[in-house]
């Protein structure tokens, strides 16, 4: 595993200001063919709380219902290619995770354990397809025992060189499994998903976001509520407009809590330890 390294202040800002190019270009495309899409997670608490960036957030998410997610992929090829380019399993056979992301073009980023990884490289900014969950809490269950399994298989050929022992092994053995098979199963979940159906939604191939920052009870850590992806409202963030979750007091409570309280030193770390980096090389200097 090579060293783990950190941006220094100055390439930590224009790591945001790289993602915030790519925000304004992915925003062009949706607003352009109709597509309905959210700044989620960090980039909408950074929006609501900072009128921009997390100053400590190296990064940024969007998030989409399925059939949005879906029809962005059709129009992927209009985004400028000088700036960015869409990456998912689909246009990328080496690429392992269950969502999409969009890198900026010319550049490189690789986390640290990931260097044997053959997918391209680059700045991203992730795009979360948000899928239907089942009704009953027991089914809800159920299905994240099922997509853990295929999240680890996923993640298997990065987990069998950085694990030891029995979990290596493990990983070793599911690193084995074809990944289309995967897809291919995962497929099985997502055709379930649709923009005018009463069930919640989550991103399917992540950690349930009840159990991240801010830990729900059983019944409450699955489901997202569809209507934080379908009603919108614009918001400032960097000096320019976004869509983001209309009701945004009450996502951010369900994913922060207390989220007007920023987090104390030790929550204010990268999130993403790389090995190697390279900016764009006729970036803006801003």
Known sequence: MSKKKELSPKDFRRM?????????????????????????????????????????????DIAMLREDYEKFKEHIDELNPDICYFQDHTTDPEYRWGYGKVRRTGTKYIRVGQEHLK????????????????????????????????????????????????????????????????????????????????????????????KLYNKHKLSEQFGLKKKWFLERAEYEFEGHKFYGVKDYDDYLTYAYGDYMTPPDAKGREQHSPFSEIEFPKNEDKK
């Open 16 to 60: 945001q200001l790289v993602e915030l190019d790519m925000l304004i270009e992915i925003d062009r495309v949706c607003r352009k063919n109709n597509i309905n899409y959210v700044i989620y997670a960090g980039t909408m608490l950074g929006a609501v709380r900072h009128k921009g960036y997390i100053p400590w957030d190296d990064d940024a």
């Open 119 to 210: 997918c391209k490289t680059g700045i991203f900014i992730d795009i979360f397809p948000m899928d239907d969950i089942p009704k009953t809490t027991f089914m809800q269950v159920v299905q994240d025992a099922r997509l853990f399994c295929l999240r680890k298989t996923l993640y298997s050929e990065v987990g069998k060189y950085n694990s030891k022992g029995l979990v290596k092994i493990i990983y070793q053995l599911l690193s084995k499994i074809p990944v289309e098979k995967v897809f291919k199963r995962l497929d099985k979940f997502t055709k379930k998903s649709s923009n005018t159906s009463e069930n919640d939604v989550r991103l399917l191939m992540f950690v349930a976001a009840g």
